[in-house]
């Protein structure tokens, strides 16, 4: 995309900067980056953020995901694994599974809400098991960074984006539509849960839509 931008305005300077979508919102807000354009994987970030600091107030969506289980051909029991029982492998005790960190990216927290809604999909207690501190859960800043633990064997599964699966062809799990986060159709089943972040910030599950908001400061 950057390429295609710089051939049709090679007198602009594109300079880009990636983090978890919450750490961008914040080097905004706190004054520590200024930006011309931001894009984030969940709107709410923007409204969440972005807004109530006078920074943006409106934001266009560009693309939608789900959430997906992603593993490679090493993982153990990969060819156990399914959209039934994929709750029950996690939890055996030589797996080790990662997500991205819920206070820093979006797709933290979607996957704590995904957790929660499994729980009313599944009629299990999903959500306070996966919680749970372990060592064998992995956790960090962006859920891309989980694709190289995959890759060099130090986790055997990992939530992950759709996109992000396919653009590392990882092989991956793809769940019900009541808890992947991705149809519009289940909205009110999403809405039933949601995620208070370290900061109180309220996050209600809703389908995960891609945003960008040009700063009012850009």
């Not at 931001?38 to 934001?59: C, E, G």
Request: hydrophobic residues 40%; charged residues 20%.
């Amino acid at each position: 995309m950057q390429e295609n931008f710089k051939e049709k305005y090679p007198d602009v300077n594109i300079i880009l900067e990636s983090y978890g979508s919450i750490d961008c919102a914040r080097l905004l807000v706190d004054g520590n980056r200024t930006a011309d354009l931001l894009a984030v994987a969940d709107y709410n970030v923007i409204t969440a953020y972005i807004f109530p600091s006078n920074l943006a107030d409106w934001y266009i969506v560009f693309a939608t995901n789900e959430m997906v289980i992603a593993f490679i051909n090493q993982s153990k029991y990969n060819d156990e694994i399914n959209s039934t029982n994929w709750f029950e492998i996690l939890t055996r005790t030589d797996v080790r599974f990662g997500h991205s960190d819920p206070n820093r990216d979006p797709a933290g927290y979607q996957t704590l809400l995904l957790w929660k809604l499994a729980d009313i999909y599944y009629n299990a207690n999903i959500y306070e098991t996966l919680s749970q501190d372990t060592p064998r859960k992995i956790i960090r800043p962006k859920s891309a960074e989980l694709s190289a633990l995959l890759e060099s064997h130090n986790i055997d599964y990992a939530f992950e984006y759709k996109s992000v699966a396919i653009q590392h062809n990882l092989s991956y799990i793809e769940l019900p539509d009541e808890i992947n986060l991705e149809n519009w159709s289940y909205t009110h089943i999403y809405s039933e849960v949601n995620i208070v972040l370290a900061d109180g910030v309220n996050i209600t599950a809703s389908p995960i839509l891609y945003a960008l908001t040009i700063p009012t400061n850009a």
